[in-house]
Nanobody
């Protein structure tokens, strides 16, 4: 059972930046020959959950970004510490949401359509952008 622990988030003014991190524990390095995808979803009040950015720990294609964050957000990973980072720049109030780290074994390209029940999830961290 993979556990995901998030950190970062908080309040920031529009135009500012935030950095989120998510560390996966109980992820067996011996399984690196199987793709392991990690990334972020977000949910704003009254809106559907939205995929944000996803990346592989092992070699693979991507990363993958939602159109709404392309050019502003960057996902990266530290394979030694089993951590992914989400660098968020040029934040605007529409980015205000609870951000959830997610992970799964398999292809990152399924991020739009996969059953969320099949993911591992972090506890969520709030990002609030004020105008």
């Amino acid at each position: 059972q993979v556990e995901l622990v998030e950190s970062g988030g908080g309040s920031v003014q529009a135009g500012g930046s935030q950095r989120l991190s998510c560390t996966a524990s109980r992820w067996k390095s011996s399984s690196r020959n199987i793709n392991f995808c990690m990334g972020w979803y977000r949910r704003a009040p009254g809106k559907e959950r939205e995929g944000v950015a996803f990346s592989y720990f092992s070699e693979g294609s991507g990363p993958y970004y939602a159109d709404s964050v392309k050019g502003r957000f960057t996902i990266s990973q530290d394979d030694v510490d089993n951590t992914v980072f989400l660098e968020m720049n040029s934040l605007n109030p529409e980015d205000t949401a609870m951000y959830y780290c997610a992970a799964w074994w398999g292809s990152c390209s399924s991020w739009r359509t996969r059953d969320p029940e099949l993911n591992y999830w972090g506890q969520g961290t709030q990002v609030t952008v004020s105008s």
